[in-house]
Every structure is written in C-alpha cells, then in structure tokens.
C-alpha cells in the first residue's frame, strides 16, 4: 500500500512537532480518517522529511530524513496555454524532478493573464505542485513563479545553462547540457513555437537552441519531454 504522505512547511513545524492547518489537519482527520497514533510521513516541501505519530491535533516527529540532490537543477519556463495543459506541465514538472516553473506570456500565447489572474494561476499551480510532490514522493516543492515576461523567465543564476527548445533549429540536446553545470534553464514556446523576435531575445540572454527531433510536438508535450531528457543526461532518469 502506499505509504501516506503529508506536507507541512517548515514555519509550521518546531523541534519535533508539526502543526497542520485548518486544510490539512481536516484531510488526515475527516477524509483519511487517521485515528490517533496513526503512521504517515511528513514533508516540508524544503527538502526534508519525517517519520510522524498523528496525535489527533498534530504530529509528533522522527529522525530527520533529508532528501537526495536531483541529478540536476532544472527550470522549466514554459509558455501559458490554454485549458489545463499548464496544469498538466506542472504536475508532470514536480514529478521528474524540476526545481522551478517559470510561466511566460508569448506572443503566440492564446492565454492573456491580468496581474490578478495572473498570481491566481500562481497560487493555483503551486497547490498541484504541492499535491504531486506528496504523490510521487519528493520531499521538496519546486518554486512556481507568477507568469510573466519572457525577458523574467531568462533570468537565472550565474553559471547556469540556458537552453530553449525551437523546433526545426538547434543542436542535439546532449551537445548542450555542459558536465557540472550549476542549473539548467529550459525554455519553451507556445504551440505555434517561438518567434523570430523571441529566439533573439534567447540567444541575446546566452541560449543554445536545441531540438526534440523532426516530429512537431504539442506545447505541453515539448515541455515535459524536455524536463525528462535533461534529467536523464544529468543522470536523474535512467
């Protein structure tokens, strides 16, 4: 059976106790229905994980069990879409292992968010990504950024490789992705791809353009098959 998993962040946790909220506290209790002194493992989305006693009103704590390092540290910056192919891009993202979602406004976008809506969709994806790391097992949550600009999705750390995925141009992904990078940025368009003024702006910010080969992938399709074969040449997968 597979074992019952909790998140509690760590401002909720002290020594060994966690405190759930209102939501979660409600999930053990009335949905799972755990008795006092039921087994389960707790999580803080920071990288740390435990061994817990349900009290009744709150958990008692093992041995700290931090998680291994991925393979690699990958964003993913992907173009909004429309319907719940975000959705999707999110929750398969946390389960191979992606580090930060980054959404993005393109010029092909269909899908025009207004600050509002735009943290919205923020709160709403980290909630899946949420939901998934307690499913596939991570003991982190990847960070999801509001959507913004493109010019924002480029940003990342000194030292990182950025790479954006065009289709019909670019190299072999294994020809890019560089032994002991500290990171990996991945961008991708929208269905449509990116334009001739998007892959400029990429190439200005120091992208290597890449290739997912001579079929034409849907936007939530590129995005999942890119997060998989970088962590796969990075080790993490296979």
């Known amino acids: 059976m597979t074992r019952r998993r909790l998140h509690v962040p760590p401002d909720r946790i002290e020594g060994t106790v966690a405190r759930p909220d209102v939501a979660s506290l409600h999930y053990v209790a009335d949905v799972l229905r755990l008795p006092p002194g039921a087994a389960l493992e707790v999580f803080d989305g920071a990288g740390s994980a435990w061994d817990a006693t349900f009290t009744g009103s709150e958990f008692r704590l093992g ?14 910056a992907f173009a909004l879409a429309r319907g719940e192919k975000g959705d999707w891009i999110v929750q398969k993202g946390t389960e191979l292992g992606v580090s930060r979602l980054v959404p993005w406004q393109a010029e092909r976008s ?4 207004e600050p509002d809506r735009a943290a919205e969709r923020a709160r ?17 949550v990847p960070e999801v950024a509001v959507p913004g600009t493109l ?3 480029l940003e990342a750390p000194p030292g990182f490789t950025r790479i954006a995925f065009h289709a019909g141009a670019g190299a072999p992904l294994s020809g890019l992705v560089r032994p002991g990078t ?12 990116l334009t001739d003024r998007e892959v400029e702006a990429c190439l200005a910010s120091g992208c290597g353009l890449a ?5 034409v992938l849907r936007a939530e399709t590129a995005a999942v098959a890119a997060a998989a074969l970088l962590q796969h040449l990075a080790g993490d997968l296979g």
């Open 182 to 193: 500290p990171g990996i940025l991945a961008v991708l368009g929208p269905e449509g791809g």
């Open 151 to 153: 010019a924002a999705a």
């Open 124 to 140: 709403r994806w980290r909630r899946i990504a949420e939901e998934a790391a307690r499913q596939c097992g991570r003991a982190d």
């Open 110 to 113: 269909v899908v025009r968010l």
């Open 63 to 76: 041995e700290r069990r931090p998680a291994p390092p991925p393979g690699a540290t990958v964003w993913l």
């Open 211 to 215: 290739t997912l080969g001579p079929r």
